[in-house]
């Protein structure tokens, strides 16, 4: 199994959760997010005081799948979180070795 | 002299002018309060509402009779009416409104004017060293410099009004120079916040800082329009002005902004409104409205200008209050010596409208008097609270947050806010409850 992180804009959340659900991808984990890579942040200006605000805003989705469909998960983020614009955000894999299922005990695939 | 009758519309325009000058502290409370970090923002507060307080007793008991009855050396008054003795009878008139409500609207001026000065020592101050200072700089700076400004009797009064015929109209001189520079002298005797210039310090809500500057907006007919005392031509005037004035300043400090920032911002739209408020304050009664739009756009821009003053010359006025009420302040007085007309109530021509230069003398020498005297006092008066009761924080105790170290309160429950209230296992805080009755007693109650 994989663990598939993205971080990504935050208008992009409900193309991307919309995205994966007609891939057939049953739930997820989304977190509110804040970091920068190459676009740094943004600059804030009070009476004449300037602030630099390196952090911007993100959410970060995770979602667990079959070893097989890892590459086209993450092609799916990728295409339904893409704007062209710098700061579109990054996705990542993750193996993952055992999952369980809280309410039933299920294991791994069973599990997702 | 015959004694005037009371009029009922002058009476009641007073009355609600006082009122509406009394929500302009709370209002600067929510200004300054919005402008300062969240670990400040409950003392940022308390230091305007704890002038309400201490300031009003001290008005009852010598100020207004020290203000505004008898003379000494034309800069004070004396005794004759302290603890407003006499002030309650039905003859006690002045012009066509009863004492106590000159009383009670000067007051609210006494209170604002401490509670200005407050914001140039934001997240650094003990607050037993600001009431201290409130009590002291009230006595010594406030009573006679309002003695002076408006004490009027004939030439006998107060130096600055009625022997230099400096115009103040509603508090430029008296209020806004006078606090703007005992602000100045806080912020050198109390020194630079810790971090100052390295760590942010932005504003940690806008929104309050916008209600405070409407409340301060709203408020502020009563500081000038009430002014005029009487319900007539003059308190229109002054009220025309006062909301033309400061509409322009507020376009003013938007344009500077926007060409040296490439933004206009909220805050900017905030600050240009104080800045015209302040500037229009001492010549509300002197300019037409043409005037006071000349007039409003110079004061938003030149404060715009003004704020940055403190981070070339390296002092930490932390809320700008001499880039706002000092220069705005001294702008607006020295601005009747140009913009003055003899149209307007005060009935006297600036030098663009056919007047000499006399004018702006004067006001140039009323300001710079009360300017170096409030400085003066101030410095000294902080320098003694810092010596002995202490006035200045210690760094362990300002980096935790002034308001959970001299209030024991923060203003916001981040952890309860976070959805999980109620069954927070972060939050580890165990309630004590004094003097709440035993569960036994509540549950007789609940029966009874």
């Known amino acids: 199994m994989k663990l598939i992180t993205a971080v ?43 602030y630099e605000v390196d952090l911007v805003p993100k959410v970060r989705l995770e979602v667990v799948v079959e070893d097989g469909d890892g590459a086209d998960v993450v092609d799916v983020i990728v295409k339904a979180a893409q704007t062209g614009k710098i700061g579109d955000g990054k996705v990542w894999v993750t193996p993952v070795e055992s999952i369980v299922r809280v309410r039933t005990g299920e294991v791994d695939g069973d599990a997702l | 002299m015959t004694l005037m009758e009371i009029n009922a519309g002058d009476t009641a325009w007073v009355l609600v002018s006082a009122a509406l000058v009394f929500l302009m502290t709370p209002g600067l409370a929510f200004f300054y309060g919005g402008m300062v970090r969240v670990k400040s923002v409950l003392n940022m507060m308390m230091m305007s509402a704890i002038t309400i307080a201490v300031v009003t007793i001290l008005w009852v008991v010598v100020g207004f009779s020290l203000t505004f009855t008898g003379d000494h050396g034309h800069v004070i008054g004396g005794f004759s009416a302290a603890g407003l003795k006499g002030l309650i009878a039905p003859e006690a008139v002045s012009g066509t409104i009863p004492t106590l409500a000159f009383v009670a609207f000067q007051l609210m001026f006494a209170i604002i004017t401490p509670a200005l ?32 400004v408006w004490f009027l009797d004939d030439g006998k009064g107060g130096w600055i009004g009625d022997k230099l015929k400096a115009i103040d109209f509603a508090g430029g001189t008296a209020v806004h120079v006078n606090a703007g520079a005992a602000a100045l002298a806080l912020a050198l005797v109390l020194g630079r916040r810790v971090g100052w210039r390295k760590d942010p310090m932005r504003p940690h809500s806008l929104p309050l800082v916008i209600l405070g500057a409407g409340l301060l907006w709203f408020g502020w007919f009563g500081f000038n329009a009430g002014s005029a005392l009487s319900a007539g031509t003059t308190a229109a005037v002054t009220f025309v002005n006062t909301q033309v004035a400061t509409a322009a300043a507020v376009i003013g400090w938007l344009i500077v902004e926007r060409i040296r920032h490439g933004k206009a911002t909220t805050l900017g739209m905030a600050s240009g409104a104080v800045a015209g408020l302040v500037a229009i304050t001492p010549s509300c009664g002197a300019v037409t409205p043409v005037g006071a739009i000349i007039l409003g756009v110079l004061a938003g821009a030149i404060c715009a200008f003004a704020v940055s003053l403190k ?19 001294l702008f607006g007085s020295l601005a009747i010596g140009f913009l003055g007309s003899a149209a307007a109530p005060s009935a006297v021509d600036g030098l663009f409208y056919g007047g000499g230069a006399g004018q702006l003398g004067r006001q140039a020498l009323a300001n710079l008097a009360v300017g170096v005297y409030s400085f003066v006092v101030a410095f000294g008066l902080g320098k003694l609270i810092d010596k002995t009761i202490g006035f200045r924080l210690t760094e362990d105790d300002e980096v935790t947050g002034v308001d959970q170290v001299e209030h024991a309160e923060t203003a916001y429950d981040f952890l309860g806010a976070s959805g999980l209230r109620g069954h927070n296992p972060l939050a580890r805080a165990t309630a004590i409850v004094q003097d709440a009755p035993a569960e036994e007693d509540t549950k007789e109650g609940a029966n009874a």
């Open chain 1, 8 to 50: 990504v804009k935050p208008h992009k959340l409900e193309d991307v959760r919309a995205a994966l659900e007609t891939f057939g991808v049953t739930g997820m984990t989304v977190t509110e997010a804040s970091g920068y890579g190459r676009q740094k942040g943004h600059t804030e200006v009070y009476r004449g005081a300037e």
């Open chain 2, 117 to 148: 000065i407050s914001g140039a020592i934001a997240d650094r101050a003990t607050f037993r060293g600001w009431i201290a200072f409130v009590a002291g700089w009230t006595c010594l700076v406030y009573f006679p410099v309002a003695h002076s």
């Open chain 2, 311 to 329: 981070y070339k010359l390296g002092f930490d006025d932390s809320l700008d209050v001499v880039g706002v009420h000092l220069v705005g302040g």
